[in-house]
């Protein structure tokens, strides 16, 4: 199956700095998605981005699909950013247009 | 408002006896799924469906079983659940459109099978 590795693993922030987050899989996909988990729990999706760039605030992202990587970059981060940050894929060219294969997560904190 | 519930939220229980897990969504989406959360692996999709009496397995379908009657509703059924069971499930409902596949996940139910 499709492989998806995010980096780093962990990211230690002092409120203010800017960040970002890289998510490379191995294979074409189209289907790319961005979620944050907070320390609550709860999952919200940030961005659907199988291709091109997206920008919602302070968040932005991108993906390079011909290069098989996707970016999440966080600028003047925030102690509500904090929590885990999963990129998750689908495989192109299947049957299987609904199956998401999950990396396994950035985790943010951020201090005040 | 726009939501996917999850019931229970919170369930213990003992080697095989059987449970359903509920999941259902206000939002008039096609795309439903499930997903476990395990420390260590991650998010694992579990299976999904597309539509109404449309249903896939994903990366971890084994041992459980799914059906989708309705629109609304995507219940999660453990036939005999087992201690490897245990772990935090998540609902969530899309659209799948070309151009938009955000999901809204439900609160999450947390399993205990002793």
């Known amino acids: 199956g499709i492989q998806v590795e995010q980096s780093p693993p962990d990211l230690i922030l002092q409120e203010g700095a800017n960040s970002t987050l890289r998510c490379n899989f191995s294979?074409?996909?189209?289907?790319l998605q961005w979620f944050h988990q907070n320390p609550w729990g709860q999952l919200i999706n940030l961005f659907y981005?199988?291709?091109g760039t997206k920008q919602n605030g302070r968040l932005s992202a991108t993906t390079v699909a011909t290069e098989r990587y996707s970016l999440l970059y966080i600028s003047s981060s925030q102690t509500t950013d904090s929590g885990v940050y999963f990129c998750?894929?689908?495989?192109?060219?299947?049957?299987?247009?609904?199956?998401?294969?999950f990396g396994q997560g950035t985790i943010l904190t951020v201090h005040p | 408002e726009a939501q996917v519930t999850q019931n229970p939220r919170y369930l213990i229980t003992v080697t095989g006896k059987k449970l359903t897990v509920t999941c259902s969504q206000n939002?008039?989406?096609?795309?439903m799924s499930w997903y476990r959360q395990d420390p260590g692996l991650g998010l694992r999709q579990i299976y999904y469906?597309?539509?109404?009496?449309?249903?896939d397995k994903g990366d971890v379908p084994e041992g459980y079983k799914v059906s989708r009657k309705e629109k609304r509703n995507f219940p999660l059924i453990l036939e005999s659940p087992s201690p490897n069971q245990t772990s935090l499930y998540f609902c969530?409902?899309?659209?799948?459109?070309?151009?938009?596949?955000?999901?809204?996940f439900g609160p999450g139910t947390r399993l205990t099978v002793t």
């Open positions: 969530a409902s899309s659209l799948f459109s070309g151009t938009s596949a955000e999901q809204y």
């Open positions: 294979d074409s996909v189209n289907n």
């Open positions: 981005i199988p291709s």
């Open positions: 998750a894929v689908t495989l192109a060219g299947g049957t299987s247009y609904g199956k998401l294969t």
């Open positions: 939002m008039n989406h096609e795309y």
């Open positions: 469906s597309m539509n109404v009496e449309v249903t």
